[in-house]
């Protein structure tokens, strides 16, 4: 439940930032985040993705934007990338211990390449302005979820 509302809390921060300085995820940047805590961030992301998994892709948006600079279609392309890189380990070590739905988990997947293909063409389509405001309803409908249930 602390988990619940402190990533939720995380997603209305995000959110509030996005709207009040969408510059900075609009368009590429330097880092803002300076060595060793940029890695240390990134530790901690993929920590929590292997582990956990339920919202990491906000946190390594919000990692690759802040913290590497990137804009938000190029930070969204390199989240679906490092995903991708590490989704198969993670599922593999679920499996062997008898922890994965593989009947749900198919039903999810086709619905992640459908979002990923369709989220794909319109940010390439319309550029970082739109995936902006996509990324704003989804922290708040992903904040409120966590703190509604």
């Known amino acids: 439940d602390v988990m ?4 939720a809390v995380v997603l209305v921060l995000v959110a509030a930032s996005v709207l ?12 803002e985040i300076a060595e060793p805590w940029r890695t240390l961030t990134f530790f ?9 998994q339920a919202g990491v892709g906000f946190l390594l948006l919000i990692g690759l934007v802040l913290g590497s600079g990137m804009d938000l279609v190029k930070g969204n392309g390199a989240k679906v990338a490092l995903i991708l890189a590490y989704t198969p380990v993670a ?4 499996a062997s211990a008898s922890q994965v739905d593989f009947q749900v988990g198919l039903v999810l997947s086709v619905g992640q390449m459908t979002g ?4 794909a063409r319109f940010a390439i389509l319309k550029g ?19 703190l509604l249930t």
Not at 116 to 119: E, I
């Open 128 to 146: 970082s302005a739109w995936v902006r405001w996509i990324l704003v309803v989804a922290a708040i409908v992903a904040a409120a979820r966590f």
């Open 4 to 7: 619940k509302q402190i990533f």
């Open 44 to 52: 901690g992301i993929g920590f929590y993705g292997g582990s956990v």
């Open 91 to 94: 599922l593999l070590l679920f």
């Open 116 to 119: 990923a293909w369709l989220g």
């Open 20 to 31: 009040l300085r969408p510059a900075r995820w609009v368009e590429g940047h330097e880092r």
